[in-house]
Nanobody, 123 residues
Framework: VQLQASGGGLVQAGGSLRLSCVAS????????MGWFRQAPGKEREFVTA????????DYADSVKGRFTIFRDNAKNTVYLQMNNLKPEDTAVYYC?????????????????WGKGTLVTVSS
């Protein structure tokens, strides 16, 4: 199983980035996909997730209205569109996959994790 995240980089505050995570080795259609992040010196935290159906999503309060998660099951890919980025969004972003679960914010429900992609937002 591989989850390959990409799209991170350096952006100015107020800018946008789109992260992608391509999954292989799993039946992607049946997996809830999530994005988590870890800033330097901080604990990993939930950002957003989307159920296998693609209908139900959840967002951390800190990103609501700025970030959007969506998936393309035909491409085994989940995306994270990040707009109006803030310096506090700086972190390594990880995608994760969990089999058909509904506890979207619980890291323990995700069985597979990617290596992460670094997002740096300058002020």
């Amino acid at each position: 199983v591989q989850l390959q995240a990409s799209g991170g980089g350096l952006v100015q505050a107020g800018g946008s980035l789109r992260l992608s995570c391509v999954a292989s080795g799993i039946a992607f259609t049946f997996y809830t996909m999530g994005w988590f992040r870890q800033a330097p010196g901080k604990e990993r935290e939930f950002v957003t997730a989307i159920k296998w159906s693609g209908v139900t999503t959840d967002y951390a309060d800190s990103v609501k209205g700025r970030f959007t998660i969506f998936r393309d099951n035909a491409k085994n890919t989940v995306y994270l569109q990040m707009n109006n980025l803030k310096p506090e969004d700086t972190a390594v972003y990880y995608c994760a996959a969990g089999w058909r679960h509904s506890d979207l914010g619980a890291a323990s429900r995700y069985s597979y994790w990617g290596k992460g992609t670094l997002v740096t937002v300058s002020s």
